[in-house]
């Protein structure tokens, strides 16, 4: 739901950190979650390591919104499922937190949230209940990164990271059902 895409990028703020530029992380150098390589396309030139550090707080919301949020359709989606997908696709990039969804919601695995799969969403939480939907979604998303070559320096970090926004997603969910 559009109303939160605040709660939802301030959760997942929490994780991102500020500076970082570490030299397994496949984004290479990121200020508060936002790769070089991201922030020279929004502004649409090359940008500089301190341009990055200092990025507007405007640019970084904008960011997070158009290039995550709108792109996976989080405000399609249920309470706190949006959160859960809006952060995997943060940390995994919006294709990948499309398929871990459309896998399990049984749509064609194209990497990109359309009215198929939204309809396909709303089909899975009218028969398997929205919190077996969550956990469903934050399995795949554990599953995903055991797969990764960087899990042995990022794994842990991912894991409590999917868990706490799990937590978060499941709490919205019910706090938002009786609206």
Not at 76 to 80: N, Q, R, S, Y
Not at 97 to 102: E, I, M, P
Not at 140 to 145: E, K, P, T
């Given at each position: 739901?559009?109303?939160n895409?605040?709660?939802?990028?301030?959760?997942?703020?929490k994780f991102?950190?500020?500076w970082?530029?570490h030299?397994?992380a496949?984004g290479?150098?990121?200020?508060?979650?936002?790769?070089h390589?991201?922030?020279?396309?929004?502004?649409?030139?090359?940008?500089?390591h301190?341009e990055?550090r200092?990025?507007?707080?405007?640019?970084?919301?904008?960011?997070?919104?158009k290039?995550y949020?709108?792109a996976?359709?989080?405000s399609?989606?249920?309470?706190?499922l949006?959160?859960a997908v809006?952060d995997?696709?943060v940390?995994?990039?919006?294709?990948q937190?499309?398929?871990?969804?459309?896998r399990?919601?049984g749509v064609?695995?194209?990497?990109?949230?359309?009215?198929?799969?939204?309809?396909?969403?709303n089909?899975?939480?009218?028969?398997?209940g929205?919190?077996?939907l969550i956990?469903?979604y934050?399995d795949?998303?554990?599953?995903?990164?055991r797969?990764?070559?960087?899990y042995v320096?990022?794994?842990?970090?991912?894991?409590?990271?999917?868990?706490g926004?799990?937590?978060?997603a499941?709490?919205?969910?019910?706090?938002?059902?009786?609206?």
């Open positions: 739901m559009e109303r895409f605040p709660e939802a990028l301030a959760h997942t703020l991102e950190g500020r970082a530029n030299p397994n496949p290479g150098a990121t200020m508060t979650g936002v790769t390589r991201t922030y020279a396309s929004y502004l649409g030139r090359d940008v500089s301190d990055l200092a990025i507007p707080d405007e640019h970084l919301a904008d960011i997070y919104r290039r949020w709108d996976c359709r989080c399609e989606l249920p309470d706190g949006d959160m809006f995997a696709a940390n995994t990039g919006p294709a937190a499309a398929r871990l969804l459309q399990i919601v064609p695995v194209d990497g990109a949230i359309g009215p198929k799969t939204i309809a396909a969403v089909d899975y939480v009218a028969v398997h929205l919190a077996a956990e469903a934050t795949a998303r554990q599953s995903f990164y797969l990764l070559p960087t320096h990022f794994g842990e970090g991912w894991r409590k990271r999917a868990d926004v799990a937590k978060v499941r709490d919205l969910s019910q706090n938002n059902s009786v609206v």
